[in-house]
Structures are given as C-alpha cells and as structure tokens.
C-alpha cells in the first residue's frame, strides 16, 4: 500500500471562523435527540416494526422447507406462503411510514440547525467576519448546510434503522442456532480495527477539506468583486497563482480524505460475501451430520445476507456521517465567536456621542486610532475629513457601534454603545455607507426592513424623504414590485435611496454618513443631498466627507491624521489656523477643485455608460419575453 498522504496545513494567513469541539457536537446531537424524542421513537419503532416483519419470512420459509421435508399438505404450504406475502405486504406498508416519519424528524432537525444558524450569523460581530474572510461564511451557509442536510435528513435515520435492524436480526439468527452466529466472529475484527483507523483521521481530514474549500472560495470571491481594480493595476498573474495554490491545497485536502475512503471501503465490502460463504458451509457439513436441518441451514443463510445490507448501509453512511459531522462543527463553530456586546440594561440619558480615550486595532499589536477623544453634541454636524487611510471610516464605525474599541469607550447619552442592545442601538445612532444593498423581494420588503411593521403610508412617506416615491409609484406594481437578484434592476442612484428610506423608517437621532453619496454620479447625488436635507433636520450628523463643500456646510470640522484628531473647529477657525485643514482646503478649492471635476465627470460618464447597458439589456429582455410569448 502507498505512502499515506499527510493531512493539508493550516492556511497561516486566514483568521478563520471558531470551529466547535466534537464533544460539543455530541452534545447538540443529544440535545435535538431530546427535543425530537416523539418524532425520533416514532421512527426507530416503526422501522423497528418493519425489520421484525421482515423476518418472519426466512423463518416460515425454513419451516416450510423442513415441512416439505417431512411430508405436508397442500393446504399447509397455501398458508404458510400466504403469511410470508402477509409480512412483505405488512414490511413494505411499515417501511413506507417509517420513511415518512425519518423525513419529518430530518427535516425537523435541519430547519431547526438552519435557523439557529442565521440567528448566530446575524449575531457576528463585523470585525470578526471581516477578518474571515467571505468565503468562510459563504462555504459554511451553502456547503456545509448541503452536506448536514443529507446526514440529518437520510443519514442518521438509515443509521439508526441498519442499528435497530442488525440487533433484531442477530436475536433472529441466534434464535435459528447460535452456531449461525459464528461466520460473523471472523468479520468482525477487521471492520473494528479498519473502522477505528478510519475514526481516527476523518474528522480532522473533512475539517481541514472544509476549510480549504472556504479558502478557495474566499480567493475566487475577491477576484471577482475586484476585477477592474486587479485589471487595473496589472495584478492578474498573482491572482492567477493565489488560485492555483488555493487549487493545490484543496486537491491535497480531497486526496487524502480519498485516501482515508479507499482504505475504508475495499477492507470493509471483502469482508461482506465471507459470513454468507461460511455459514453455507458450516450449514451443510452440519446437515451432512445430522447436527442442523435443511430449514435452518436456509433461514439461518437468509439471515445472515439480509443482516449484511443493514451493516453495508452503516459502513456507507459512516463516511457521510463524518462529512456531516464536520460541518456541524463548523456550523457549530460559529456560536463560539465572542460576543462584541454585553447589554447593561442601562438607558440613555440623552443624545450626545461622546468617545473618550478610544484605541482600536484590526491586528493585536497594531493600533489604528490613537487614543481619540470626541464629543458630539446633539443636533450637531460634524465632518470628518483627513487622508486616506488616516482611520475615519474606523473611527466613524466605532461612533456608530459597528465595532467596540479595543481600549476606551463610545457612549452615547452616558451608556456605552456596546451596552445596547443591537436593536436599541440601531434605534439610537445608524451608519450610511457607501456599499448599498438591494434584497431579493419587493420594494416594500426592502424598505420595512427595520421596522416589518410599518404601513404603507409610512413606507411612502420615507420614500417621499428621499425623493424616491415618484419613480417607486411609476414601476408596474408600485410598492409591490419585485426587485433585486430575480426582478427589477435598479440603478445605483435608486438603490442608494432605497437605503436612505431604510434609515428614514429606523428614525435614529444620530446618523453617521460614510461618504453615503460618493458612488452616485454627481447630479444624482446632489439631487440626493438636497432630498435628504429636511431628512437630516434635526439629527446629529457626523459626515465622513472626502468633498470638502460637505465640511463647509458642517457646523463643526473634525481632522483625521495617522489615527488621532489632529485639528477640531469650525470651517472658518481651522482655516484662519493655516493648518492641516487650511492646506486640505486650499488644495481642493484650488487646483484640486478642477481635478475634482474631472473626476466627477468621468463618473458621471461611466454611469451614464453603465444605465445605458442596463437599460439595453432590459429591453432585450422584455423583446425576448414578447417574442416568447407570441411563439
């Protein structure tokens, strides 16, 4: 026999999710062994009910043979062959509601796992699954869930039928003769030592293939969302090589779990036709002396092949039950993760936003913001200017209870924002970013989405805010138009409003814009800075602005540099300081301010670019589906 292939290395370079200990996952096993204990014995005694049906046929056909033997009549083997067709009939109707009731405890236990699953995912913590990776997440909500799927729904209600069916067929067998049970002595050590090598290395081999498909997927995902920033700057050889080596790692990963199956199966099926050959064997020197019948020898024979199908389905399902297992730890995993937040229980005493001494780092060891301290009043505006890379957008995500720092605190209305619920925190401060995310469903369902409950009135109201309700009122089915993946496409500058009436239904008193307008064309985004003015009345806004006429308007400036708020003040005190500010000002008003316009019209064109083929593409679609229907 080769070499065995050594386990695949971890991947140094990926903080992956927690994956939970197999005690753990034994313990959830019994766990829903005990909250689905009436659907879980309905099955086990119905396939129980099933299999002793089942072996009433050997038996009677062993009599009847020793009948035959000895002299009987017609009338006799009329009966005999009836009730064997009796126990099929009665056999097959037990097997068919067994099956129905494994798929309903399956099916219980899958939906049950899925949900606790989105609730733990829904739970993460950003920074967490930023450090992950996509794919990660990805593998373990599609892949992870597939394979679960087939070990919940057909692999442990077959394992425990092969159980329940191999003990009552041994009881049956000894009943025979116990010398019927002797052939098994010979099987039995090497499928236990063969079985106990394979346990050894399954579950660590599946956990690691698991893994590098995570990995694998993490690469591919990033390729494709950056495919015109690696087109750009000349990077595809090296995206070309990540994949290869991702490719490499999950061959080594599949190869050895390969390994593990082709040492497991060929020892465990040349061990099946053995038990059959040797009790035709011992059956017919015994007959030849006298010591067994021709009825046992042919029960105890039946007996003996019908036991070797439950124990095949055993070794079979073994191996799914590994692959099952490992992505039930993985699942399970996820539960590990730490929380961000502890809810106190305390109140806001007010709206004012307050960060005192706040440090915060991606990697331990290397600080991002240093030591920042920040107080915004309620119904002020702040904005946020600096480089990039100088951490406004970590800091703006710390003042809005994305992440919690590493040191210091972020309160708001003197409770931290960590000690609110993720609820109530949302009620109290909301960010607005640049990525914007339109759901698979209708208008209504993306826009209720932070509060389910709300009318149709205020849905339109909150469309209205943003400028939005003309052209929502204007698609074929109003709110109710079906949009996202498998509907409606809408443009950047819609699918931007539709966020914005999002945050208009949630009505936070603090709202923390991460250049929410920066990916819109520039006349679609000033149409939407003017919507949104009456919107923002009111509100404590802290704007994270890269366009400096956003600081101009702002009440307050706050400057951003390698991690600390190096100038605070109003537009005009910073520039009369003749400062950082000053030089960022004099920088985009001046020459800057063309550039800037350049910029802003090669987006504008792009967009326009990008409108064009969409709208291209729809109709050709809507040619296609009238060409369809004509046919």
């Known amino acids: 026999m080769a070499a065995a292939p050594a386990p695949p290395p ?76 009796l126990f ?13 009731a494994a798929g309903k405890f399956g099916e219980g236990v899958l939906a049950e796992l899925r949900e606790n699953f989105v609730a733990r995912v829904l739970e993460l913590p950003l920074s967490v699954v930023e450090r992950a990776g996509s794919g990660d997440l990805l593998s373990r909500s599609s892949r992870d869930v597939d394979a679960l799927s087939q070990a919940a729904r057909f692999g442990v209600p077959t394992t425990l039928v092969a159980l329940v069916t191999t003990a009552l067929t041994l009881v049956a067998l000894a009943l025979v003769s116990p010398w019927a049970m002797l052939p098994l002595l010979v099987i039995v050590p090497p499928i236990w030592v063969v079985f106990r090598w394979y346990l050894k290395r399954a579950p660590a081999g599946y956990l690691a293939e698991s893994a590098r498909y995570a990995d694998m997927t993490d690469g591919l995902t990033e390729t494709v969302d950056g495919a015109r920033t690696i087109e750009a700057l000349g990077l595809q050889q090296r995206r070309v090589d990540r994949t290869d080596e991702d490719i490499r790692r999950q061959y080594a990963a599949e190869r050895y779990t390969l390994y ?25 020197l015994g007959y030849i002396h006298g010591w067994f019948s021709l009825g046992q020898v042919t029960a105890a024979t039946i007996y003996m092949q019908q036991i070797m199908g439950p124990i095949d389905e055993m070794l079979a399902w073994a191996d799914q039950l590994q692959v099952g297992g490992a992505s039930l730890a993985r699942l399970l995993g996820v539960a590990g993760v730490p929380a961000d937040r502890e809810p106190s229980g305390a109140r806001p005493s007010g709206e004012d936003l307050v960060a005192a001494d706040v440090r915060y780092s991606y990697i331990p060891g290397r600080e991002v913001l240093h030591g920042v301290d920040l107080s915004v009043r309620a119904g002020e505006r702040l904005a946020m200017v600096g480089p990039s890379g100088a951490g406004k957008s970590t800091l703006g995500r710390l003042l809005a ?49 932070p509060r389910p409950e709300a009318s149709d009135a205020e849905v339109g109201a909150a469309l209205a805010a943003v400028d939005a309700l003309t052209w929502v009122e204007a698609l074929p089915e109003g709110l109710h138009t079906e949009i996202g993946a498998e509907g409606r496409t809408l443009s950047p500058a819609q699918a931007q409003q539709l966020a914005l009436a999002r945050l208009v239904l949630a009505d936070p008193h603090t709202l923390v814009l991460d250049e929410a307008t920066s990916l819109i064309d520039p006349r679609a985004a000033r149409h939407l800075e003017r919507s949104l003015a009456a919107v923002l009345e009111g509100r404590t806004v802290i704007a994270i602005a890269h366009r400096l006429h956003t600081a101009h308007d702002a009440d307050r400036v706050a400057v951003v540099e390698d991690g600390v708020i190096a100038e605070l003040g109003s537009h005009e005190e910073l520039v009369a300081a003749d400062g950082a500010y000053a030089g960022l000002w004099e920088s985009w008003h001046g020459r800057g301010a063309a550039a800037g316009e350049r910029i802003e019209t090669a987006k504008q064109v792009e967009t326009a670019k990008q409108v064009e083929t969409a709208e291209r593409i729809e109709t050709a679609e809507r040619v296609q589906r009238v060409d369809t229907v004509e046919r």
């Open 10 to 85: 971890e991947n140094p370079a990926r903080q992956a999710l927690p994956v939970a200990a197999y005690p753990e996952v034994r313990r959830y096993a019994a766990h829903v062994a005990r909250n689905r204990g009436r659907d879980l014995g309905l099955t086990v005694a119905l396939f129980a009910l099933a299999a002793v049906a089942g072996l009433f046929g050997p038996r009677l056909l062993g009599a009847l043979i020793d009948g035959v033997q000895h002299g009987t009549t017609a009338g006799h083997v009329d009966v005999v062959v009836g009730l064997i067709a």
């Open 88 to 100: 099929l009939v009665l056999q097959t109707v037990l097997t068919r509601y067994a099956n129905l």
């Open 260 to 284: 593990l199956r082709c040492v497991f199966w060929p020892t465990a099926e040349s061990c099946y036709i053995v038990p059959v050959a040797l009790t035709l064997l011992l059956g017919g």
């Open 401 to 449: 209870g994305i992440h919690g720092p590493t040191e210091g605190s972020v309160a708001v209305g003197g409770v931290p924002l960590v000690e609110l619920p993720l609820g109530e925190l949302r009620g109290q401060v909301a960010l607005v970013n640049q990525e914007h995310h339109v759901f698979a469903g209708t208008v209504r369902d993306n826009v209720v989405l």
